[in-house]
């Protein structure tokens, strides 16, 4: 069966520091990728996805960038963290789209970024 | 721009009362339709699923929805709810038949069900 590990699980950093959040989805190939941000009351939002190895798509400017040097590893990254970006970040997965119908995604635990 | 929007931000119940949770969306197109559901300490999961064919749905746990089009509708039901149906449901939609890469979400109902 198909999983999906993300890690850190919680993360304090101070502002200015480097980040790497990472993502990885075992069970399946070529896999679609996401990473989102969920805020309270808010839902979630897409912040970049990626059918393919090095392949990202962004859906929002801002202080992050996304990498996905293999088929299953999708990494969430930044150069200087700035306070807004705290929040609780998720990876999520879908199926390669076959031309049919939109495949559901798959979530994983979640990053919970505090920014001191 | 398309966008999703959930009724109620807070919900409480009585165990065995009836549940039904708003969704409408914005999009003029065709589209894809999903419920997700997030448990206490657990991960974001698929509760049911929209593509075309009959408009009610079904989905796990008792849970089912239905696709009004004339409305943009996409209200989840379930005819009596359990405590352990205690979570955030959260309704997503996406322009059919384009890989779904652009999923918009809503921005979630809690239920909080009480025993």
């Known amino acids: 069966s198909q999983t999906i590990h993300q890690w850190p699980a919680t993360l304090v950093q101070p502002v200015g520091s480097p980040l790497s959040l990472e993502c990885t989805v075992e069970?399946?190939?070529?896999?679609?990728l996401y990473w989102y941000r969920q805020a309270a009351g808010r839902g979630l939002q897409l912040l970049f996805y990626s059918v393919g190895i090095g392949q990202i798509s962004s859906e929002v400017p801002q202080n992050l960038s996304a990498s996905r040097p293999q088929d299953r590893q999708f990494i969430l990254s930044s150069k200087k963290l700035l306070l807004s970006d705290s929040g609780f970040y998720l990876c999520?997965?879908?199926?390669?789209?076959?031309?049919?119908?939109?495949?559901?995604?798959?979530f994983g635990d979640g990053t919970r970024l505090s920014i001191l | 721009a398309q966008s999703v929007s959930q009724h109620n931000h807070h919900v409480i119940l009585s165990e065995a009362a009836s549940l039904e949770l708003g969704c409408n969306y914005s999009y003029g197109g065709t589209v894809n339709l999903f419920w997700y559901v997030q448990y206490p300490g657990q991960h974001l999961q698929l509760l049911l699923k929209y593509f075309s064919g009959d408009p009610l749905v079904k989905g796990i746990k008792g849970f089912e929805a239905e696709f009004i089009k004339s409305k943009f509708s996409f209200n989840l039901r379930k005819p009596s709810v359990q405590w352990s149906d205690t979570a955030e449901y959260f309704c997503?939609?996406?322009?059919?038949?384009?890989?779904?890469?652009?999923?918009?979400f809503g921005a979630g109902t809690r239920l909080f069900v009480k025993a």
């Open positions: 997503a939609v996406n322009p059919a038949n384009t890989g779904g890469f652009k999923t918009i």
């Open positions: 999520a997965w879908s199926a390669r789209w076959t031309g049919v119908d939109n495949q559901p995604q798959h």
């Open positions: 069970g399946t190939s070529n896999p679609n």
